[in-house]
């Protein structure tokens, strides 16, 4: 047998000089392992400090809600008013636009105050008509239930209680005075800084910087002029339609209902079901039989739906990009939060936390979540089947 043939069969085989011994690999897996523990212990401790700094925040916030709630409010007025107020001060002095652009806000508040207190005052007038009306329907509607020991009688205010109950909300008109003059004041001087506030912005923040705060202040100040704008036509358009539809069909203090659905649209999802309820119900008390009452029930149900979720969505577009569910949350979540105000100020609150978290790189997830779907590139209406072109096959297994 040759040597060619020996060295074939029987030598060893040269080791491979590029070859990693084992006990170098195991070390620098032990090493990855231990840098990737090391990493993920700060950000879980970073989420923990995070979430444990929103609760303490929400509770201090919660706690000085009668200084909070004015400044919350007055900067949303500061924001809708900016716009009035830059163009005044084209044409006048600064002091005398300002002095204007105050004018038309206390002259708003003094006009809703009033047609709160006429609106309590034309319903005082028909108290004892349907005070007795509600006895009636009681009186038969015990006598129908009263085979089931079912008593409803008792459960029901009296009109004059009910009456007791609105002279004690009126008598804390002290107190909403009072909240609004500081109201008024605050937004005095939100309407002194505003006009100066973006370039505080840009020469107090750092050059990386202030840009992306710019435009997150721009988006907000956009986001909620055109959801105060749209949500203002609508709530109108719902308002004068109740209004219409209720006068055609002869139910009392139509115009008061059609001022309520106005203000109650501003509540998006559930303020329109609370509108339909009172005129219901004093329909059912006004007419004599069920008809009339299930024609108004038909007829307000039909106007809420069709403007609600028909109009308004296409006309707000894209500049609300919120979760529907997220919108219901909100809503229920800053009632319980801020009462009365927080129901009203619910949208543009989630609004804002969502343009803030959008330009916070560790929050925006957070923004991508409480949206609409649109950072998706799809719609979100329509879920994407099995059969999308834009999908990868899946790798065949073998």
Not at 251 to 261: T, Y
Not at 327 to 338: M, P, T
């Amino acid at each position: 047998m040759s040597s060619e043939a020996r060295d074939a069969k029987g030598s060893p085989a040269a080791p491979n000089e590029d070859a990693v011994p084992l006990s170098d690999a195991s070390a620098g897996l032990a090493a990855v392992a231990s840098a990737a523990r090391q990493e993920a212990v700060p950000t879980a401790s970073s989420g923990a400090l995070f979430v444990i700094a929103l609760i303490l925040i929400l509770a201090v916030l919660r706690t000085l809600s009668t200084v909070v709630l004015p400044l919350v409010l007055a900067f949303f007025v500061a924001v809708l008013v900016a716009p009035l107020l830059d163009k005044l001060r084209k044409r006048i002095p600064d002091a005398a636009a300002i002095g204007v652009a105050l004018t038309l806000i206390v002259a708003a508040i003094l006009t809703f105050a009033w047609a709160v207190t006429s609106a309590i005052g034309v319903l005082t007038r028909r108290s004892d008509f349907y005070g007795d009306r509600l006895r009636e329907l009681t009186v038969d509607l015990d006598h129908r239930l009263e085979p089931f020991g079912i008593s409803v009688s008792t459960s029901i205010a009296e009109p004059g209680q009910l009456l007791a109950m609105v002279g004690a909300g009126l008598q804390s008109a002290a107190t909403a005075l009072a909240f609004l003059g500081f109201l008024l004041f605050v937004i005095w001087l939100l309407l002194l800084e505003i006009s100066i506030f973006q370039r505080k912005l840009r020469l107090g923040l750092p050059p990386d910087v202030a840009p992306k705060a710019m435009l997150a202040f721009e988006n907000l100040s956009r986001g909620i002029r055109v959801y105060f704008a749209v949500y203002t036509f609508v709530s109108a358009l719902t308002g004068v339609c109740t209004w219409l539809f209720l006068t055609l069909m002869g139910v009392d203090f139509a115009l008061v209902w059609g001022g309520l659905a106005f203000l109650l649209n501003y509540i998006p999802n559930i303020g329109s079901v609370v509108a339909v309820i009172p005129p219901i119900v004093l329909a059912f008390l006004q007419f004599d039989g069920v008809t009339k009452p299930l024609v108004v029930l038909f007829g307000l149900g039909i106007i809420q739906n069709v403007i609600g979720s028909y109009l308004a969505p296409r006309m707000l577009g894209k500049s609300i990009s919120l979760s529907p569910l997220v919108v219901l949350l909100s809503v229920l979540f800053w009632g319980w939060y801020w009462g009365g105000i927080g129901l009203f100020l619910a949208v543009p609150l989630t609004l804002t936390l969502r343009i803030l978290f959008e330009h916070i790189e560790r929050l925006r997830f957070v923004a991508v979540l409480i949206g609409d779907g649109r950072e998706l590139g799809e719609d979100p209406s329509t879920p994407t089947s099995v059969d999308d072109p834009n999908l990868e096959p899946a790798a065949p297994q073998h």
